[in-house]
């Protein structure tokens, strides 16, 4: 078992920048991917970004350039640099990690970008 609590959400204006965090706790050590999803009303759940064990990354094509994940080497946080943030980033953000073919999920957290 994994548990995951996220943290850094809240309201930020068009242009401006927020740092996600995602503590894991539990059986860390067969985590294999890290990454985070979001889902906006009356959308689907849509992956944002993620990290694997190596160290590499994959992004959704809305958000390359402008959001970063990164873990530490314990696998116990994984970040959301989020930069340059439009109105349509505007969802709840969740956690999700990989360990042992199971995936796990944090309770989300909200980010609204809006003037």
């Known amino acids: 078992q994994v548990q995951l609590v996220e943290s850094g959400g809240g309201l930020v204006q068009p242009g401006g920048s927020l740092r996600l965090s995602c503590a894991a706790s539990g059986n860390i050590f067969s985590i294999n991917r890290m990454g985070w999803y979001r889902q906006a009303p009356g959308k689907q759940r849509e992956l944002v970004a993620t990290?694997?064990?190596?160290?590499?990354?994959d992004y959704a094509d809305s958000v390359k350039g402008r959001f970063t994940i990164s873990r530490n080497n314990a696998k116990t946080m994984v970040y959301l640099q989020m930069n340059s943030l439009k109105p349509e980033d505007t969802a709840v953000y969740y956690c999700n990690v990989v360990a042992r073919l199971r995936s796990y999920w944090g309770q989300g957290t909200q980010v609204t970008v809006s003037s």
């Open positions: 990290i694997i064990s190596d160290g590499s990354t």
